[in-house]
């Protein structure tokens, strides 16, 4: 089983520029969700998927959109990349409250803006 | 305001001997709470869980205990090997409007010296 898949795994980016991360997960889970990893600051939740059709902000959501474009994908999209946003991202999926407590992570992006 | 802390940023521990990690919240209406371990440029991979409605949960080397009067958690792996050198997340889950919400502390880098 694939899990969670995210490309690129590498991108570096000028600031202005736009690009979109894609995730995907084969493992029918409900919910899917986009963290960012900083130094010192643990992983944080930028926005989340509760299920197909929905989307909603959290914590970091400022720069970013995303799109559930179906049950298996969601992408996050950054419109005017800052070097604030250099970080490592990653995608990740959970069954959602009908079941399991278990959140299932990518491989991580390593995005730089400079 | 930050929910769940790890208040150590690093440890080292010498082979064979227990790693204890420790992990403090401060909302007691959490469902779940997990560990994840983290390789160098991978995605967090899980290793163990337990309810709220729990105080221990073990399985091989891992045991997670949940002292939920005091809002803390650890995790002990005796013994420990060099292969567990890398960075460990606590969870917590908060299952609310059918949605997982799913916050980390900022993580404790554990070194196992052979």
């Known amino acids: 089983n694939a899990g969670v898949t995210q490309t690129p795994k590498f991108q570096v980016l000028k600031t202005g520029q736009s690009m979109t991360l894609q995730c995907a997960q084969d493992?029918?889970?409900?919910?899917m969700y986009w963290y960012r990893q900083d130094p010192g600051m643990g992983l944080r939740l930028i926005y989340y998927?509760?299920?197909?059709?929905?989307?909603d902000k959290g914590e970091v959501p400022n720069g970013y959109n995303v799109s559930r474009l179906n049950k298996r994908e969601f992408s996050l999209r950054l419109e005017s990349a800052a070097p604030s946003q250099t970080s490592v991202y990653f995608c990740?999926?959970?069954?959602?409250?009908?079941?399991?407590?278990?959140?299932?992570f990518g491989e991580g992006s390593w995005l730089t803006v400079v | 305001d930050q929910q769940v802390k790890q208040n150590s940023p690093s440890l080292s521990v010498q082979e064979g001997r227990i790693s204890i990690l420790n992990c403090d919240y401060t909302n007691s209406m959490f469902d779940y709470f997990l560990w994840y371990k983290k390789y160098p440029a991978e995605g967090p991979t899980f290793l163990i869980s337990i309810s709220s409605i729990k105080d221990k949960n073990e399985d091989g080397r891992f045991t997670v205990f949940l002292n939920k009067s005091a809002k803390h958690l650890s995790l002990h792996i005796v013994p420990s090997q060099p292969g567990d050198s890398a960075v460990y997340f606590c969870a917590a889950i908060l299952n609310s409007g059918g949605y997982q919400k799913v916050t980390f502390g900022t993580g404790t880098k554990l070194q196992v010296i052979p």
């Open positions: 493992m029918n889970h409900n919910s």
């Open positions: 998927s509760a299920s197909e059709g929905t989307t």
């Open positions: 990740a999926s959970s069954e959602g409250r009908a079941g399991g407590n278990t959140i299932y």
